[in-house]
């Protein structure tokens, strides 16, 4: 019945609750005149006036006030403040209509009772409206547990104020740095020193910790979070500010800690020369355009307005998902950008000239490639022709339509690889290299980073979800270290490398010091709230379980084949000196790679490996 009433027009909402308030001033004269009296009856003579003039001052009042705008579901102190005063101007006005009339019948004094009989049945009425609606028990039983807020700022009495809604956490006070807000409280909730939680969470049975510290550094909430960590609470980050100030914050809205919130780094903020050049107002491909690296760099590319954006992927739902996603982007932001969405794959040249040769991008994007390293180890034949000639066919046709700025988004594992996709990506950075060498007139630069949160395939959604699923936490090797980045953070600096690429430049991202993913499992576990299971402590929640390497995984991940990479004018950006092969050479060996594909051959595959990708040892 209620989620049926929430569906109701405004207007029709907006006039029941006035018909009630119409109802409770009547019903607070009647009570008012009974207590005043000891006499429950009818009114008689000149008693009628009072109740036709108390609903006549009461609903003008209540409207100027703005109290048929609120929601009930959401309505909280700053509500109640704003009833309480509309309810004393409204006393003031029915005192002096009492005295300047002198009503037989009629006592004085009903102009301070009558309002605060009519204020109490306005109260109890939005109170227990706001209780309904929501699906709130009444009596405040429906506590999962004890909330502490990091945070005692304007975001946290804010998400204080929304949380009253949900019922779901007792909020039981604030935890701040600031010395001079401890002691203090807000909206009747003390303010608790930082170095004070650990006797706060044993004394008072925290459950639950909320970080609101939305203005924070990067490196100080990872200072925070690693102070949290030992202890047995379960640790969100507040839900975006637009949540907020809509007041419709719930538990569910709390977000999990982004392993962004651990990297212990601020991003750079980005050069918007260096993220304009070569995008605004040009014809734009990007390729893999559905993917997790791709769809991100198509989101920035298009606020630098390009004349046209072409999408190409061979998915159909992940080109149709981001091409909807775009066009709503371009709405919302008032961009006009021409977005082509075009069906195609890496691998069959004809089609990829066809699109170049009708649309002649300025700047391309190759962000498609097979990535998953035991999938690509088992199919080596599809990873070669995917990876290394899909960019080969990319390259030639930007040649013949005279591309501008051709940028390989590469990968760490292209760096003395142990496995057939880093190799395949090193295979694909030295076409390139020749490519720059051999056509001078088109510009070809790679960029090579890590691993980005959130990608296909990151360990940190499967860690979610084997934490939703009660474990086990699965490691492949209790030494196995990777470089993260944020998937926003790497699009940005692909674009600002690539716009620096002077031909034949192999870029890398500083990508921070790399995490070793134990020490990840063990963080993500520890802030659920949860405890590890161990044979020394059986009775823990979750089991971190070694699997064992996959075949061509490391144990780490390097960015660099040489020593000493150059700086560039981006502080987060170093332009690598890797050796590489003419493309009279290579093209021979290309010939044979092509015969070993078509017919899977993996030892013939690896061979050449063997030959041209320096390091490389397959497992």
């Known amino acids: 019945m209620n989620q049926r009433i929430l569906t109701w027009p405004r207007e029709v909402k907006q006039l029941i609750v006035l018909a009630m308030d119409v109802l409770l001033a009547l019903a607070s004269t009647w009570l008012a005149f009974g207590l005043r009296l000891d006499v429950w009856a009818r009114p008689v003579g000149a008693q009628w006036w009072v109740y036709l003039v108390a609903p006549a001052l009461a609903i003008p009042i209540f409207v100027r006030f703005g109290l048929y705008r609120a929601i009930f579901r959401y309505t909280g102190q700053a509500a109640l403040n704003a009833t309480a005063k509309a ?334 996709m880093g190799a395949t990506k090193r295979m694909a950075e030295l076409v390139l290299q020749a490519f720059a060498q051999a056509h001078p007139h088109t510009l070809f630069s790679m960029v090579r980073f890590g691993n980005v949160l959130g990608s296909s395939g990151s360990v940190v959604p499967l860690f979610r979800k084997q934490l939703a699923s009660g474990g086990p936490l699965t490691v492949t090797d209790a030494e196995v270290t990777r470089y993260f980045m944020t998937i926003p953070e790497a699009a940005q600096l692909v674009l600002q490398a690539g716009a620096m690429g002077q031909g034949g430049d192999v870029f890398v991202l500083d990508m921070g010091q790399p995490i070793k993913i134990i020490d990840l499992a063990r963080r993500m576990l520890h802030l659920s709230g949860l405890s590890e299971r161990t044979p020394s402590y059986p009775q823990g929640d979750i089991e971190i379980a070694i699997t064992g390497l996959r075949p061509g995984e490391k144990l780490y991940e390097e960015l660099l084949i040489g020593d000493n990479p150059e700086p560039t004018e981006h502080p987060r950006i170093m332009k690598a000196r890797e050796p590489f092969l003419p493309w009279a050479e290579l093209r021979g060996e290309l010939q044979g790679l092509q015969v070993a594909a078509d017919q899977n051959d993996a030892p013939a595959i690896k061979a050449v490996f063997l030959r041209h990708v320096q390091g490389y040892q397959p497992t």
């Open 87 to 420: 309810v004393l101007l409204y006393s003031v006005l029915l005192t002096a209509v009492l005295l300047w009339n002198h009503w037989v019948g009629v006592p004085r004094t009903l102009g301070v009772l009558q309002p605060l009989i009519f204020l109490i049945l306005v109260g109890l009425s939005r109170a227990m409206a706001r209780f309904w609606l929501a699906g709130l028990p009444l009596l405040g039983s429906g506590h999962t547990g004890k909330l502490l807020i990091y945070g005692a700022g304007t975001a946290g009495a804010q998400t204080a104020s929304a949380l009253q809604v949900s019922g779901q956490l007792k909020l039981i006070g604030f935890v701040d740095d600031d010395a001079n807000m401890v002691g203090r409280s807000i909206n009747g909730k003390p303010i608790f020193a930082a170095d004070a939680l650990l006797s706060l969470v044993s004394r008072h049975a925290i459950t639950d910790i909320l970080l609101a510290m939305p203005s924070a550094t990067r490196e100080r909430r990872n200072q925070i979070i690693q102070s949290l960590e030992s202890l047995p609470v379960h640790v969100r980050s507040l839900p975006s500010l637009s949540d907020l100030t809509s007041g419709k914050v719930t538990v569910q809205d709390f977000r999990e800690l982004d392993i962004e919130d651990l990297l212990g780094r601020e991003p750079v903020p980005p050069r918007t020369d260096l993220l304009a050049r070569d995008l605004a107002g040009q014809v734009v491909l990007v390729s893999g355009a559905g993917g997790s690296i791709g769809s991100e760099l198509t989101r920035q590319i298009v606020q630098q307005k390009p004349r046209q954006l072409l999408l190409l992927d061979h998915s159909e739902f992940g080109l149709y998902s981001i091409h909807q996603e775009l066009q709503a982007q371009c709405i919302t932001e008032g961009l006009v950008v021409g977005l082509v969405p075009l069906l195609a794959s890496v691998s069959n040249p004809e089609r990829l000239q066809a699109v170049f040769n009708a649309y002649r991008p300025a700047t391309v994007y190759h962000a498609a490639a097979y990535k998953h390293v035991p999938m690509v180890e088992d199919n080596p034949g599809e990873g070669v022709r995917n990876n290394v000639f899909g960019t080969l066919h990319m390259a030639q046709a930007a040649v013949n339509a005279g591309v501008h700025r051709f940028v390989l988004i590469s990968t760490d594992k292209a760096v003395r690889p142990t496995n057939v």
